[in-house]
Nanobody, 125 residues
Framework: HVQLVESGGGLVQAGGSLRLSCAAS????????MGWFRQAPGKEREFEAA????????YYVDSVKGRFTIFRDNAKKTVYLQMNSLKPEDTAVYYC??????????????????WGQGTQVTVSS
């Protein structure tokens, strides 16, 4: 069993930056594809970014490409989401996700084995 604990959310003005962290338990973190999803009020949870278990591949949806960066430190069992140039439409609860023996493509398609509890990000205009 894997537990994911997010941190780093908060309130920021438009144009600002935040870094989210997701710390994982478990001995096989290095074999998980990791990702970030978000859920805005009244909307479905949506995939935003993912990183392969070797960190040799990343994927971003168009709305965050060029502004967000996902990276991981397998020694610390932590995945990060650096968010720059934040916009009010980025306001959402952000969830960390893990998928075992999965590719980024399968995570994009909805394959998630473990979820974090979520962290609120609010961007004011």
């Amino acid at each position: 069993h894997v537990q994911l604990v997010e941190s780093g959310g908060g309130l920021v003005q438009a144009g600002g930056s935040l870094r989210l962290s997701c710390a994982a338990s478990g001995r096989t973190f290095g074999s998980y594809t990791m990702g970030w999803f978000r859920q805005a009020p009244g909307k479905e949870r949506e995939f935003e970014a993912a990183i392969s278990w070797l960190a040799d591949s990343t994927y971003y949806v168009d709305s965050v490409k060029g502004r967000f960066t996902i990276f991981r430190d397998n020694a610390k069992k932590t995945v990060y989401l650096q968010m720059n140039s934040l916009k009010p439409e980025d306001t959402a609860v952000y969830y960390c996700a893990a998928a075992t023996r999965a590719t980024i493509a399968t995570m994009r398609a909805g394959r998630v084995d473990y979820w974090g509890q979520g962290t609120q990000v609010t961007v004011s205009s």
